[in-house]
């Protein structure tokens, strides 16, 4: 399951029924177009061209179906290999918003900033009911460019872009001075667990006593894999999320117990940080095991399980919301940090260094007050 955004069950509505609906008339449709239609006909399209339809009728932009071309690209993401512009969107009130860029993407090189609004792709419009057609145009072949409209506040920026292969390491870390252990973690992709506990491991053979860990523009990802993450740093048992489905089922997942239980802990989070990075710092705030800086998260509640299909092709639906350990849905509210601090609007990454980041700076001198504690 994957970590993602819609209404707590509470806040749903379900389907207003009228009258039962009449599935012989997409049959009936059919031969009226095979009968009248002037023109070439491919069923299988005709096929998917309906069930793409079906689930879009849903009004959840995060309930897809994958041909089985669209299921290969979202596997390799999925792996941390791909060909694009190297960012991560979703949708909000209708508009494309870019949850992160990629570290060492072209976008990201190009300035393109969490939180900014695609609204052309080579001067065409999209809107969030576009996303997959988006995501589509945006990937490509590698050395060809593309060309980004975004809107940023109140003004209107293009971007050329060229697409590249985008690798993705998802964790990286370093001992900062003063025995400080800082881990960025980018997105929580297939066995990133892994990795995660292998930075903490080797950070204190080096001499970390305290940790800073980075989920700025961190959109999310698997579901364990944030569970497990979290696990590090509360006791075993403790539930970490919990997930209620539409009939009102509960499920809860609790932590699987770790060797980092009460070591002094920083966590950044921004605006692009979203689903599973908010069910780690929701739960992380939840018990007190660290203290969040920097600026209010995305804002995404729900769990989204990826079925296989034959032939291929997969089948995305929203299952259920999810809450943190206190009970809190953060769906479109976001978390709010402990110590807000701003992003800089004149740093970029052109001109970024550790010692102009105001929020790893506050982060760095809030940690030392633990370690000294």
Not at 130 to 149: E, F, H, N
Not at 249 to 256: A, G, L, P, T, V
Not at 320 to 348: C, F, M, R
Request: hydrophobic share 35%; glycine share 10%.
């Amino acid at each position: 399951p994957q970590a993602g955004g819609r209404p707590p069950p509470s806040a749903t509505t379900t389907a207003v029924e009228t009258k039962p609906a009449d599935w012989n008339k997409l049959n009936k449709i059919k031969d009226q177009i095979y009968q009248i239609y002037d023109g070439p006909i491919d069923e299988n399209l005709l096929l998917e061209g309906a069930i793409k339809g079906m689930v879009s009728s849903l009004g959840d932009p995060y309930s897809q179906f994958y041909n089985s071309t669209e299921y290969s690209r979202l596997n390799s993401d999925s792996s941390g290999k791909f060909v694009g512009v190297g960012i991560q969107i979703n949708v909000q009130d209708d508009d494309i918003i870019v949850v992160a860029p990629i570290d060492g993407s072209p976008a990201k090189e190009a300035g393109i900033m969490s939180g900014d609004i695609i609204i052309k792709i080579d001067d065409k419009i999209y809107t969030g009911k576009d996303i997959d057609a988006a995501v589509s145009y945006m990937r490509g072949v590698a050395g060809q460019p593309v060309k980004l409209t975004i809107r940023r506040a109140d003004k209107e920026l293009d971007f050329t872009i060229i697409r590249r292969e985008i690798t993705t390491k998802s964790v990286r870390w370093e001992l900062l001075p003063g025995n400080i252990g800082f881990i960025t973690l980018s997105q929580f992709t297939s066995k990133v667990d892994r990795d995660f506990e292998e930075a903490l491991d080797d950070l204190k053979k080096q001499g970390a006593t305290g940790y800073i860990v980075d989920l700025r523009g961190n959109p999310g990802g698997y579901l364990n894999e944030s569970v497990n993450i979290a696990s590090n740093f509360i006791p075993k048992g403790e539930v970490i999320v919990s997930t209620i489905d539409k009939h009102g089922n509960r499920k809860e997942d609790k932590s699987n117990g770790g060797n980092y239980i009460g070591a002094p802990l920083v966590v950044l989070i921004d605006v692009g940080s979203a689903s599973a990075s908010e069910v780690v710092s929701g739960a992380l705030k939840d018990y007190n095991a660290a203290t969040l800086v920097g600026e209010k998260t995305f804002g995404k509640g729900i769990v989204q399980t990826i079925m296989d299909l034959p032939d291929g092709e997969g089948l995305k639906l929203t299952v259920a919301a999810y809450y943190s350990p206190k009970g809190t849905n953060i769906h479109k509210i976001g978390i709010q940090p402990d110590i807000k601090v701003e992003w800089p609007t004149d740093l970029t990454v052109q001109n970024y260094t550790k010692e102009k980041d105001v929020q790893l700076q506050k982060a760095i001198e809030l940690l030392k007050e633990k370690m000294a504690q």
